[in-house]
């Protein structure tokens, strides 16, 4: 193997760089990071799958969805929901696009 490999540097928005219109990537970008943000409080906290869900107001089924990162079945607006009701403060900050 004597072939040079080319390497690109990520956008750091893996949907934007796989190449997703910047709306939706930048949406995906936000639904992916609250769902692993709703996971880890989950695992940190010690309960069972079926305590969470109905501590967050989804059904059994729902949640694993959630835990398997099924993004396509989650809005924004859904997960925004999910995650204060775990107790988690949400913050947005808007910047200038580079």
Known sequence: MTERLKIERGSGNVFHDIGFPPEEAENLKLRA????????????????????????????????ALLK????????????NIAVRAGLRIELRVKKAA
């Not at 709703?38 to 079926?50: M, R, V």
């Open 33 to 64: 990071d609250l769902m692993m943000h709703i996971e880890d409080y989950y695992k940190k906290s010690g309960t069972t799958q079926a305590a969470m869900a109905k501590r967050l107001g989804l059904t059994t089924p729902r949640f694993n």
């Open 69 to 80: 990162g099924k993004i396509g079945l989650f809005s924004l607006d859904a997960l925004v």
